[in-house]
């Protein structure tokens, strides 16, 4: 059993920047890859952006460059780092722990947090 806890959203205008953390406790934390993804309303949930356990990372084109993901197994942590946002970046942010297989498709995922609402007002 793994829970997942997202913090860190919130409103900001166009260009501002926001991090989220996601905290994960349950099961050792270092053994798991994990994922970021996002759902807007009346779109289906999407790929944002993973990280291995050995912190190799993967982003959804249409946050790289923008988006940085990382993590911290000390303290059992995975964060989003969101830079020059855009109105197009707001949904509710998840994230999760991945299976295996590819990380773009969130059928490889298990566990998910409950998610953090991003809104980016334009």
């Known amino acids: 059993q793994v829970q997942l806890v997202e913090s860190g959203g919130g409103l900001v205008h166009t ?10 406790s349950g099961r050792t934390f270092s053994n798991n890859d994990m994922g970021w993804f996002r759902q807007a309303p009346g779109k289906e949930r999407e790929f944002v952006a993973g990280i291995t356990r050995t912190s190799m990372t993967y982003y959804a084109e249409s946050v790289k460059g923008r988006f940085t993901i990382s993590r911290d197994n000390a303290v059992n942590t995975v964060y989003l780092q969101m830079n020059s946002l855009k109105p197009e970046d707001t949904a509710v942010y998840y994230c999760a722990t991945h299976l295996g297989g590819t990380v773009y498709s969130s059928y490889n995922y298990d566990y998910w947090g409950q998610g953090t609402q991003v809104t980016v007002s334009s």
Do not use: D
Request: proline share 0%.
């Open 15 to 24: 260009g501002g920047s926001l991090r989220l953390s996601c905290a994960a």
